[in-house]
């Protein structure tokens, strides 16, 4: 399954404030850009995750995002340095892309 086009509509609109926002589809997801850096992933099923290094992830964690995770092949666990865009995110742009801002100074 891959990204729809009504899915990056809604992903680049949510973060439309911040500057010179690009897109590219990899692995049936997006990766979001703001001015040729890296902030952001939308994967197939629609949830939007934020990159976060460690000394911002926590800021996300209590705003109530989660870290992405996914399980290998061998049964491993493993963590991306991406958290999930808290819900209270997703009903306003501005609050969206302020939180972006702020990731995006951490990388």
């Not at 061998?74 to 501005?94: E, H, I, N, R």
């Amino acid at each position: 399954m891959s990204v729809g086009e009504a899915d990056i509509a809604f992903a680049r609109e949510l973060f439309a404030n911040l500057p010179a926002v690009s897109t590219r589809k990899m692995m049936g997801g997006l990766c979001l850009y703001s001015e040729g850096t890296i902030f952001a992933l939308l994967t197939s099923d629609g949830e939007i995750f934020l990159k976060a290094p460690s000394d911002f992830a926590s800021e996300i964690e209590a705003l109530g995002g989660t870290r992405w995770t996914y399980t290998r092949k061998d049964g491993k666990v493993t963590s991306m340095p991406y958290w999930s865009l808290p819900d209270q995110f997703f009903d306003d742009p501005s609050e969206a892309s302020a939180l972006a801002a702020r990731a995006l100074e951490h990388l």
